[in-house]
């Protein structure tokens, strides 16, 4: 299930991570990598703001997408 699907306030696991090498390098660079634990803070009209480690993040649905939990 894409991250995007998520439920605000849920904390999910990262179980993959899909598209072109530096897409995933960037989301790598960003603290997503497979294991981690990922905290939906907010979502407004598909987009997503997420506490990985310790900074918030915010996604657009397209790079919510290639996050799978």
Avoid: C, Y
Wanted: glycine fraction near 8%; aromatic fraction near 2%; hydrophobic fraction near 50%.
């Amino acid at each position: 299930m894409p991250l995007s699907m998520a439920k605000t306030g849920e904390t999910v696991t990262i179980r993959k991570i899909t598209g072109r090498d530096e897409v995933r390098q960037h989301l790598a660079e960003l603290g997503f990598v497979v294991d981690a634990a990922v905290t939906v803070v907010s979502e407004i009209a598909g987009n997503l703001i997420v506490q990985v480690k310790d900074s918030r993040v915010a996604l657009d649905r397209g790079l919510a997408n290639r996050i799978l939990i």
